[in-house]
């Protein structure tokens, strides 16, 4: 299958800095990627809509100006958590799907901690 | 309606056993339902999928059993493994590859000795 790689793994921040997460499509080009946050044991929550060239489209309630998404090429989107604070502190997820197939493949995840 | 229920919340099966987990949804214009396995600290990995025109597909020891008519899916794991012990999401999507999965809520399946 294809893979998507995400980096970093793990990442800790003071509260107030700001932490980027990027997400690769190793062996093919991704028109659209999606950003996810994942609480301990709950699904996944989609947060955004990446598509290359173009805005990122967020969902319902998730801050534009705090998550700033960056698609500028077919292989890689970067997930920016601006002035993290706590409550920000989660399992960040991206995925992508292989141009012309619904099928989604998913990055291994960022977990963030911000103390 | 862009709903995807899921059961169960948390399932224990012995080695060996079937492990079966339930998806049901309301949208009428889902039409790709895949299966995603999570071990803990990892992302989401596809497992199976299926399209509504077929009532059954099977990939080794991982079945998918759709009934369209009654607009469930489910998930069968065959002589389960320990290493099987993961969290399972099902999910579906409309038509389109630039669609939204809806996830379900995830099952927590544990495979003892």
């Known amino acids: 299958g294809a893979v998507v790689s995400q980096h970093p793994s793990r990442v800790i921040c003071k509260s107030g800095t700001s932490v980027k997460i990027e997400c690769r499509s190793l062996?093919?080009?991704?028109?659209?990627m999606f950003w996810y946050r994942q609480f301990p044991k709950q699904s996944l929550m989609l947060m955004a809509t990446?598509?290359?060239?173009?805005?990122?489209?967020?969902e319902q309630g998730v801050e534009k100006d705090k998550f700033l998404i960056n698609h500028a090429s077919l292989t890689l989107s970067t997930l920016t958590v601006t002035s993290a604070h706590p409550e920000d502190s989660s399992f960040y997820i991206c995925?992508?799907?292989?141009?012309?197939?619904?099928?989604?493949?998913f990055g291994s995840g960022t977990q963030l901690s911000v103390l | 309606q862009q709903q995807v229920k899921q059961s169960p919340q948390s399932l224990i099966v012995q080695k060996g056993g079937i492990s079966i987990i339930n998806c049901a949804y309301e949208?009428?214009?889902?039409?790709?339902f895949p299966w995603y396995q999570q071990f803990p600290g990892k992302g989401p990995a596809l497992l199976i999928a299926?399209?509504?025109?077929?009532s059954e597909k099977k990939e080794g020891r991982f079945t998918i059993s759709f009934n369209k008519s009654a607009k469930q899916f489910s998930l069968h794991i065959m002589d389960s493994q320990p290493g099987d012990s993961a969290t399972y999401f099902c999910?579906?999507?409309?038509?389109?590859?630039?669609?939204?999965?809806?996830f379900g809520t995830g099952t927590r399946l544990q495979v003892t000795l």
């Open positions: 999910a579906a999507n409309p038509s389109g590859t630039a669609s939204k999965l809806t």
């Open positions: 990446s598509n290359e060239g173009s805005k990122a489209t967020y």
């Open positions: 949208n009428t214009a889902f039409d790709y």
């Open positions: 062996d093919f080009q991704a028109t659209t």
């Open positions: 299926i399209r509504p025109d077929v």
């Open positions: 995925s992508a799907r292989v141009a012309g197939n619904e099928k989604l493949f």
